[in-house]
């Protein structure tokens, strides 16, 4: 079975809902650091004392979205701009990942931040894979270099992030303790 052709403006699209998911999650942890950090003013919603985590904002974007796509069927402008709110929508509904596959835990889990790089991941080959097709045997050697660069730092960062982890993890996990009502 042959794959589905992407077009150069799905590619487009997915380039912009790429670009929102990425700075809303960067936007979304500098945000939650900052105040449990008590950098910032406690911006977060309560409802009866209950912190409504954003992951909520996030599926009621993505319900919003995806009715305004169904129903309005937009083009042009509109269809760019549901592209940049559907990436903004994922960023604040995977940054918290861990949170609704564990149902609760802490804000710091890594299978939030693996589920955003997964995410990232496969809106990236949405983005660019139409790129791939008129690729040079030049670029196919320069793209295995720098993929075998990417294993190689992946690697580093991977066995980076654990002790990481070790050392911060309980810090964090304490900031966020302190900071809840």
Same mark, same amino acid.
Do not use: C
């Given at each position: ?5 992407? !077009? $150069? ?7 912009? =809902? ?10 979304? #942890? ?13 911006? @977060?919603?309560?409802? *009866?004392? $209950? ?5 909520? @904002? ?5 319900? +919003?979205?995806?009715? @305004? ?10 269809? #760019? &701009? =549901?592209?940049?709110?559907? +990436? ?16 609760? +835990?802490?804000?710091?889990? #890594?299978?939030?931040?693996? =589920?955003?790089? &997964? ?17 040079? !045997?030049?670029?196919?050697?320069? !793209? &295995? ?15 980076? !992030?654990?002790?990481?982890? *070790?050392?911060?993890?309980? #810090? ?10």
């Amino acid at each position: 079975m042959d794959p589905v052709p992407v !077009s $150069t403006d799905s590619a487009q699209l997915a380039r912009r =809902a790429l670009f929102g998911f990425i700075l809303t999650f960067i936007a979304a #942890r500098t945000v939650v650091l900052l105040i449990m950090s008590h950098r910032m003013p406690n911006l @977060y919603f309560f409802l *009866r004392g $209950t912190h409504v985590h954003h992951l909520n @904002y996030g599926i009621f974007l993505l319900a +919003g979205v995806s009715a @305004y796509l169904l129903f309005r069927a937009p083009a042009g402008k509109d269809l #760019r &701009i =549901a592209a940049l709110a559907y +990436g903004m929508a994922m960023a604040l509904t995977f940054d918290e990942f861990g949170m609704w596959l564990h149902l609760g +835990g802490s804000y710091w889990q #890594r299978a939030s931040v693996d =589920a955003v790089i &997964i995410v990232a991941a496969v809106l990236a080959l949405i983005a660019f894979a139409p790129a791939i097709r008129s690729f040079e !045997s030049r670029h196919l050697k320069a !793209s &295995i270099a720098i993929l075998i660069a990417l294993v190689a730092f992946g690697a580093v960062m991977y066995d980076a !992030s654990l002790q990481i982890g *070790r050392l911060e993890g309980p #810090r964090l996990e304490a900031l966020e303790l302190s900071s809840s009502p």
